[in-house]
């Protein structure tokens, strides 16, 4: 009798468990080290408003903060391979704390219960749209040349509105970003499943924490654009 089909299916089956394990345990790394960077985000923003000393001393600097921040992540995005992995989690939560400092305005700008409930329906909808990137079974790279091309579009009409300065423009970009940035969400945690599966399943931190960031930033930009859209400003 011919056992090797069966035995061929069982290791096929076991390959297959052990994958979906090694995926699980990787995006759990990255759901902890975002929750890190956003927990850093949070605290620094709310300390440095509490503190109206430290705000203004910081206020006419947010300028370079922003460029500084905006420096690290592009670092980031080419050292973020070659780098160990307690180097990119300093990274990663510099970012996070540079982010902090300039996301204080907020809280002289919103109420305070706008942005609760602008960070809880984001949480909400982030988790929503990372589930469906991990289960379903469609591909979703189909998505990819939509959401790049709606991002380089926000962009671009982030940049005609400083100069505009037109209510609705600003009501359309932010519309469009919430758009966008959920499709990322979904797009992105399934990018980084197939990430991970290509790279034979490293379980190397600095993997994770790039992954971290990469959804960090969808939530982040989610975050602020429902908060243009339903924020009561004070």
């Given at each position: 009798?011919?056992?090797?089909?069966?035995?061929?299916?069982?290791?096929?089956?076991?390959?297959?468990?052990?994958?979906?394990?090694?995926?699980?345990?990787?995006?759990?790394?990255?759901?902890?080290?975002?929750?890190?960077?956003?927990?850093?985000?949070?605290?620094?923003?709310?300390?440095?408003?509490?503190?109206?000393?430290?705000?203004?001393?910081?206020?006419?600097?947010?300028?370079?903060?922003?460029?500084?921040?905006?420096?690290?992540?592009?670092?980031?995005?080419?050292?973020?391979?070659?780098?160990?992995?307690?180097?990119?989690?300093?990274?990663?939560?510099?970012?996070?704390?540079?982010?902090?400092?300039?996301?204080?305005?907020?809280?002289?700008?919103?109420?305070?219960?706008?942005?609760?409930?602008?960070?809880?329906?984001?949480?909400?909808?982030f988790a929503a749209m990372s589930v469906y990137g991990t289960?379903?079974?469609?591909?979703?790279?189909?998505?990819?040349?939509?959401?790049?091309?709606?991002?380089?579009?926000?962009?671009?009409?982030?940049?005609?509105?400083?100069?505009?300065?037109?209510?609705?423009?600003?009501?359309?970009?932010?519309?469009?970003?919430?758009?966008?940035?959920?499709?990322?969400?979904?797009?992105d945690t399934q990018k980084l499943r197939q990430f991970h599966?290509?790279?034979?399943?490293?379980?190397?931190?600095?993997?994770?924490?790039?992954?971290?960031?990469?959804?960090?930033?969808?939530?982040?930009?989610?975050?602020?654009?429902?908060?243009?859209?339903?924020?009561r400003r004070r």
């Amino acid at each position: 009798m011919d056992f090797q089909p069966q035995t061929r299916t069982a290791w096929g089956d076991a390959n297959s468990v052990l994958a979906e394990e090694s995926a699980r345990v990787f995006m759990q790394r990255v759901y902890w080290w975002m929750s890190v960077g956003l927990g850093v985000t949070g605290v620094t923003s709310w300390l440095v408003a509490s503190n109206q000393a430290l705000f203004a001393a910081l206020a006419p600097n947010f300028t370079l903060i922003m460029l500084g921040g905006l420096g690290l992540v592009v670092a980031f995005s080419f050292l973020s391979n070659r780098v160990s992995g307690p180097v990119a989690a300093a990274m990663f939560l510099a970012y996070a704390l540079t982010n902090g400092l300039v996301f204080s305005v907020l809280f002289y700008v919103y109420e305070l219960g706008s942005i609760a409930s602008a960070f809880f329906i984001t949480a909400g909808g982030f988790a929503a749209m990372s589930v469906y990137g991990t289960v379903t079974k469609k591909d979703l790279s189909g998505w990819a040349p939509f959401l790049f091309i709606g991002l380089f579009g926000i962009i671009i009409a982030g940049i005609v509105n400083i100069f505009l300065q037109s209510d609705m423009l600003g009501f359309v970009k932010s519309a469009a970003a919430v758009v966008i940035f959920a499709g990322l969400t979904a797009y992105d945690t399934q990018k980084l499943r197939q990430f991970h599966a290509n790279s034979g399943y490293s379980s190397a931190a600095s993997l994770a924490v790039s992954g971290a960031l990469t959804l960090y930033l969808d939530f982040i930009n989610l975050f602020l654009a429902l908060l243009r859209l339903f924020g009561r400003r004070r």
